[in-house]
T-cell receptor, first 112, second 109 residues
Framework: DAGITQSPRYKITETGRQVTLMCHQT?????MFWYRQDLGHGLRLIYY???????DKGEVPDGYVVSRSKTENFPLTLESATRSQTSVYFC???????????FGSGTRLTVV | GIQVEQSPPDLILQEGANSTLRCNFS?????LQWFHQNPWGQLINLFY???GTKQNGRLSATTVATERYSLLYISSSQTTDSGVYFC???????????FGKGTRLSVIA
């Protein structure tokens, strides 16, 4: 199916565990983004990528790692999950940083 | 970095009413988008509008970049318009979108 898909939709993990959130897009968009959404903070940028093997930090990158070996995939890894990383995570893609963005359906992550 | 302020934070409308949502930003922009987050959490891109005016059905948007604001108009509102409306801007340094905190709209029948 064409579009942008995130997996899993829901995830519960324990403090200290490593967890990876997946994002896949079928448009060959060069740019991909990870945002987190928290009550009172709106959406904040974690990391973004301009192309395969090019990534850059956003506003709240601490505790997260990203990679982009293929244009279509942009996984986000929490190396050692903390309760403060409980959030809804959205992946987005766009043909450029100044083009329209399309968002995935989100992953609701709970760290217990 | 660039600051984005949206108003009002909350809005309750009777079905059929019109509304105007405002987005102010602190610096010049290369990118401005309006999104609707529906009650199921999905983010839908409504408009890509760094300048000018666009219309899509009952929704229209205007951005006056020189005065650093954008407006989203919703006419003849329907209950399906409920949700949170976000304005997001990208600054002149070709940086990714920064989101405002949103306007929560509730349309009641």
């Amino acid at each position: 199916d064409a579009g942008i898909t995130q997996s899993p939709r829901y995830k519960i993990t324990e403090t200290g565990r490593q967890v990876t959130l997946m994002c896949h897009q079928t448009w060959s968009h060069s740019y991909m983004f990870w945002y987190r959404q928290d009550l009172g903070h709106g959406l904040r940028l974690i990391y973004y990528s301009a192309a395969a093997d090019i990534t850059d930090k956003g506003e709240v990158p601490d505790g997260y790692v990203v990679s982009r070996s293929k244009t279509e995939n942009f996984p986000l890894t929490l190396e050692s999950a903390t309760r403060s990383q409980t959030s809804v995570y959205f992946c987005a893609s766009g043909a450029g940083v100044n083009y329209g963005y399309t968002f995935g359906s989100g992953t609701r992550l709970t760290v217990v | 970095g660039i600051q984005v302020e949206q108003s009002p934070p909350d809005l309750i409308l009777q079905e059929g009413a019109n509304s105007t949502l405002r987005c102010n930003f602190s610096d010049s922009v290369n990118n401005l988008q309006w999104f609707h987050q529906n009650p199921w959490g999905q983010l839908i891109n409504l408009f890509y509008i760094p300048s000018g005016t666009k219309q899509n059905g009952r929704l229209s948007a205007t951005t006056v970049a020189t005065e650093r604001y954008s407006l989203l108009y919703i006419s003849s509102s329907q209950t399906t318009d409920s949700g949170v409306y976000f304005c997001a801007v990208g600054g002149s340094g070709n940086t990714p979108l920064v989101f405002g905190k949103g306007t929560r709209l509730s349309v009641i029948a």
